[in-house]
């Protein structure tokens, strides 16, 4: 039973069914989880426990751009992929010769 309606048929007369086939169904958005492998941790603090240092110094290691592609932050929340951040801190970049 397909119904027609115009442009003048008020919202409110219609039924749940009739609301559901006008506006169509929606299709559900599909959130991809396959990289839950993933380890991250949240905040300077969380810096400082993979690194087993202070938090001063976890500051300062943030600070220094060694692990800043580990690093997504916006505005004051901070998160960091561990594994890429230990990964990048053990790579020497520039330095005496």
Do not use: H, W
């Not at 299709?27 to 492998?37: A, F, L």
């Amino acid at each position: 039973m397909v119904q027609v309606f115009d442009n003048n048929t008020p919202i409110a007369m219609l039924t749940v069914g009739q609301l559901k086939e006008v506006l169509g169904t929606p299709q559900p958005k599909v959130i991809d989880t396959t990289n839950s492998d993933k380890n991250y941790v949240y905040g300077i603090i969380g810096i400082a426990k993979i690194f087993g240092c202070s938090i001063p110094t976890a500051n300062r290691i943030k600070k220094s751009g060694k692990i800043d592609k580990a690093i997504t932050q916006i505005g004051r929340v901070i998160v960091c992929d561990a594994d890429l951040a230990m990964e990048l801190a053990g790579q020497k970049n520039g330095g005496r010769k």
